[in-house]
């Protein structure tokens, strides 16, 4: 007996993986004090543990066997149903976080998962349902979230202006919603983006008594200033001066507010610079301008593009230097202040060209000269330096070099006598302001693909490349170009997003938009133009000054020489020497162009009706 309960014992040890596999079906008699027993007890621990103990007892005795009823299981007969302990205490309520217990609308799922497109980067499906929900009269409840997701969205997809427009319409809706904060930051974002900041500055000066988050505080003083300097110059141009002299007193003291070191601060001292000049504290506005100067200096190196946009910066600064000691008659500070521009940059021609009177004052006609050379280089046919053949013509005229100044004087009329009838026929015509832009901008496309102008075409086109050089309508231009990109861009997005209802809206806005641009822009290419033909009408009034005076000199001189019997002359021979610095070489100029030495060129006099040593000496 004792062989065969071991046998048994062996074949139960076998058994025992084969069972736990079903560890969740319970064949067994329930156990008192379980969790479902019918016993008196509860479900405490102490019952836990005594079953534990139980368990233990039976494995000890050698065994693990469940019992069974006799005969088996009867499956014909319905389970007997338990009785239930009575329970006084409310049933515990069960919550999961995870699960959404209240059901969401469909409208909000809707919502959530055009949301989720836009985190996974689909921005064109995303946009396609965030319009279409803001454009559903049964969603007027998420019209606001619907059309701050769809500007994100298009700002996504690189349409700053269209993205723009929406979020226009939510800063509409005020600050009682929770997208208006974000909204306003938004417009930071797509003043970064775009080529011309000021389509975003009127939306910024709207919500200007809104307190900005404070990493954007500084860039808002400084965008608000900016719209400030623009509208004072638009006022004092209507001479709106009380108006004016308000909107610049802002301009001062939005710059004061941003402090030193911030990125903004050199930008913000510029405009209050100009805010001075305005005043005409001259005093004030140059320690700013120098100011400006210190703020701009940046390190040797590769230059970033804050870098090129500090150096830009520092250029402007230094102009203003300059024009102002010019103004002050402080020639010599004034020429070293040009000098500061550096070789090819945006100012470096401007800067040769008024150091070129500056020069002329005291008497450096040779500078003077050779910066006028650099002017008419082949380089530089596109520029437009009408008053640079005045300028040279005086120089001869002080020179007693008559016939020159008189042929130079004929040049310019034969050259821009046409091109002031032009400009007289063009501002006096009875056009709307969009056709003003479109006569230049015809002029401007002419040049882009190559097509040859002649005459008055040429000299207009030159006018073009010069009203652009005005910051402001440069921008203007600028911007009227990314929109119509931005336009053309629609045309290269999946059908879907092309052909859609969204797609025809943002065009229709872009128009609009593109519209009202084309009408500023026309309106300062009409002042602009009106103010070159005065420009122009002045230039000529003072050639046929000089070519008066050139004759009467001459006239004067000849009437001595037959007094004299011919033993006057009319100019002497100059002493002149061609010794240049170490750094610098002595070469002849015989026509020939070289970019290298552009802007480095001195016009040897060698005759003239005054002693060159005088000439050099003369007072300022």
């Not at 700013?288 to 593009?305: F, L, N, Q, S």
């Not at 400009?423 to 015509?429: A, G, H, M, Q």
């Not at 999946?494 to 822009?521: C, H, M, P, W």
């Not at 030495?597 to 005088?614: A, N, V």
Request: glycine residues 8%.
């Amino acid at each position: 007996m004792r062989l065969r309960t071991i046998l048994v014992l062996a074949v139960l040890g076998f058994a025992t993986p084969a069972l736990a596999q079903f560890e969740g079906l319970d064949l067994g008699p329930k156990k008192k004090g379980g969790k479902k027993g019918n016993g008196k007890k509860g479900n405490g621990k102490k019952d836990e543990k005594k079953d534990d103990k139980t368990d233990d007892k039976k494995d000890d005795k050698g065994s693990g066997e469940v019992p069974l009823p006799e005969g088996g299981l009867d499956l014909s007969k319905p389970p007997v149903a338990e009785d239930k302990p009575k329970d006084s205490k409310p049933a515990a309520t069960m919550s999961f976080e995870a699960v959404d217990v209240s059901g969401k609308t469909g409208d909000r799922q809707k919502m959530d998962a055009a949301i989720t497109q836009f985190k996974n980067d689909a921005f064109e499906p995303a946009a396609l349902a965030f319009f279409d929900m803001s454009q559903d009269p049964n969603m007027a409840g998420l019209s606001t979230e619907s059309q701050y997701w769809l500007a994100k969205s298009l700002y996504k997809l690189g349409m700053y202006h269209s993205s723009l427009q929406n979020f226009s319409k939510v800063l509409a809706k005020g600050p009682s919603t929770k997208f208006f904060k974000s909204s306003l930051e938004w417009l930071f974002f797509i003043a970064r983006k775009t080529v011309n900041e000021t389509v975003v500055l009127d939306e910024i000066a709207r919500y200007s008594n809104y307190e900005f988050p404070e990493r954007f505080r500084n860039e808002f003083r400084y965008l608000l200033a900016r719209y400030n300097l623009v509208r004072g110059k638009a006022l004092d141009e209507a001479e709106q001066t009380g108006e004016a002299t308000k909107a610049f007193d802002e301009v001062k003291r939005l710059s004061l507010m941003i402090p030193r070191g911030d990125a903004f601060y050199a930008r913000a001292k510029y405009l209050e610079g100009l805010a001075y000049f305005r005043e005409g504290k001259l005093e004030t506005a140059l320690e700013t301008m120098k100011e400006v100067v210190r703020a701009t200096r940046t390190a040797d190196g590769p230059i970033t593009a804050e870098g090129k946009q500090l150096k830009a910066l520092r250029e402007l600064a230094f102009m203003q230097l300059a024009r102002t000691h010019y103004g002050a008659r402080q020639n010599r500070y004034a020429i070293f202040y040009f000098s500061k521009i550096e070789r090819g940059g945006v100012q470096w021609l401007e800067s040769l060209f008024e150091a070129s009177w500056a020069h002329y004052r005291i008497g450096q006609y040779e500078q003077a000269l050779g910066n006028l050379i650099t002017l008419s280089s082949p380089f530089f046919r596109d520029e437009y330096f009408p008053e640079a053949l005045i300028l040279k013509a005086v120089v001869y005229y002080e020179n007693c070099r008559y016939t020159e100044a008189l042929t130079i004087i004929e040049d310019f009329e034969n050259i821009y006598g046409p091109v002031q009838e032009e400009l007289d026929v063009l501002v006096n015509k009875n056009m709307e302001a969009t056709e003003y832009f479109n006569v230049l901008d015809e002029v401007r496309k002419k040049n882009k693909v190559g097509q040859k102008l002649k005459g008055t075409d040429e000299i207009l086109e030159r006018i073009l490349n010069l009203a652009l050089t005005d910051t402001d309508l440069k921008k203007t231009v600028d911007s009227i170009a990314e929109l119509e990109g931005e336009m053309d861009a629609i045309g290269t997005k999946g059908d879907t997003f092309k052909y859609s209802n969204l797609s025809k809206a943002v065009i229709e806005q872009l128009k609009a938009q593109r519209q009202t641009l084309v009408t500023k822009a026309g309106l300062m290419a009409k002042a602009k133009l009106d103010f070159e033909l005065g420009q122009l009408k002045t230039l000529r009034a003072n050639g046929l000054r000089i070519k008066f005076e050139t004759t009467s000199k001459e006239k004067e001189f000849l009437e001595e020489m037959l007094q004299a019997g011919g033993k006057n002359a009319i100019v002497k021979k100059y002493k002149y020497r061609t010794d240049v610095s170490d750094d610098q070489l002595y070469w002849p100029y015989v026509g020939e162009y070289w970019r290298d030495e552009l802007g480095t060129y001195q016009y040897t006099l060698t005759k003239g009706c005054i002693e060159r040593d005088s000439a050099n000496q003369k007072k300022e």
